[in-house]
């Protein structure tokens, strides 16, 4: 007979997968999206997105998401002027809604409830001590995340913020040395 493995198990299996993604790829898309999907079954949740914040540091923007409707997922940005929660997660706090569905710090309550979600855990996606974006996760039952699932999420977080880092870091190399070897190119044909 299997054993089916505990918590603290599964949490060490998906930290050890995350990390083995983020290393084998720099496709931020297809990273972020493993990310999520790993995160939502370790947790046992029904979802988790990533959200990252736009140039101008006014909006969250989708950027990946697991579990949840598309209808869900695009229903448009998250303006911080009208999301006191995430301004405060973007401030480098972690924050639980216990039910999102008529929380009034939470913008898209209506769509929560008719998406079937409760419970929202909000953690800040850091670079360097600056936020780049957040990491959510959402339960169809009110739940408590207790101190080791905390740790796991932050630990998650951390990992996803530094893989959107490293691509980010990886594309503007890659563009700095199509611009040199275009402007070699020109140079010695001239």
């Known amino acids: 007979m299997t054993k089916t493995p505990d918590r603290f198990e599964r949490y060490f299996r998906t930290l050890a997968d995350v990390a083995r993604v983020v290393n084998s790829s720099l496709e931020t ?3 972020l999206s493993a990310v999520t999907e790993q995160t939502t079954k370790a947790v046992r949740a029904k979802g988790c997105t990533l959200r990252l914040l736009d140039r101008s540091g006014k909006r969250l923007l989708p950027s990946a998401a697991f579990g949840l409707s598309k209808e869900y997922f695009r229903k448009g940005s998250v303006e911080l002027a009208h999301s006191e929660v995430d301004r405060e997660v973007l401030a480098g706090k972690t924050i639980q809604i216990p039910n999102a569905q008529n929380d009034p710090r939470f913008q898209y309550g209506e769509a929560a409830k008719k998406e079937g979600i409760v419970t929202v ?3 800040p996606l850091m670079v360097d001590g600056h936020a780049i974006g957040v990491m959510r996760i959402y339960t169809t039952t009110e739940r408590s995340f207790d101190e080791a699932s905390l740790d796991f999420l932050h630990a998650v ?3 996803s913020a530094m893989a959107i880092e490293n691509a980010r870091l990886h594309q ?3 563009t700095d040395y199509e611009m040199l070897a275009s402007y070699e190119h020109r140079i010695f044909e001239d």
């Open 29 to 31: 898309g297809n990273v």
């Open 121 to 123: 855990l909000v953690t």
């Open 157 to 159: 977080a951390d990992i």
């Open 172 to 174: 503007a190399l890659k």
